[in-house]
């Protein structure tokens, strides 16, 4: 969104220097050959470090969501019916389908299936089979 959505800038040029932006203007309509819209981006410029025709890599923040539950691509299998994750429920494996939203990194979003305190299965789990017994190794996560 014009005025809005946030934009980390970084040009080969500079390596070691980011340079934060917004959207400024939103093109009206895609491409059709190449599926693009034009996006302004205005970036303070103190000193002038940024020149034209200099190369760039923008990284914008398209939505962000907090306290939402995430679990790392690991975890996730996945079959005909779609995602799944096995949680730990009285030291037994149990089948979990998932609906899955943003993804960062390696860790996905979780919109549906997984309940606060849940304990996923993040290695190993494509022996599990439903109801097999567990022997649970905690792992710190970084």
Do not use: C, W
């Not at 939103?26 to 034209?52: C, F, M, S, W, Y």
């Not at 200099?54 to 995430?70: E, G, Q, S, T, Y």
Request: glycine share 10%.
């Amino acid at each position: 969104r014009a005025g809005q959505t946030p934009a980390t800038v970084a040009v080969d040029a500079l390596p070691d220097e980011t340079f934060l932006g917004v959207v400024h203007l939103v093109g009206q309509a895609a491409d059709p050959a190449t599926r693009t819209i034009e996006v302004e981006i205005r970036i303070p410029n103190p000193g002038h470090k940024l020149k034209g025709g200099m190369f760039a890599r923008v990284n914008l923040v398209l939505d962000r969501k907090a306290d939402v539950p995430v679990i790392p691509d690991t975890a996730i299998l996945r079959d005909e019916q779609g995602p799944y994750v096995y949680v730990i429920n009285d030291s037994k494996a149990h089948r979990r389908p998932v609906n899955l939203g943003l993804a960062e990194g390696v860790l996905h979003e979780v919109t549906e299936g997984l309940e606060p305190g849940d304990r996923v299965v993040v290695r190993g789990q494509r022996q599990l089979r439903e109801g097999e017994a567990l022997e649970t190794v905690e792992e710190n996560q970084p």
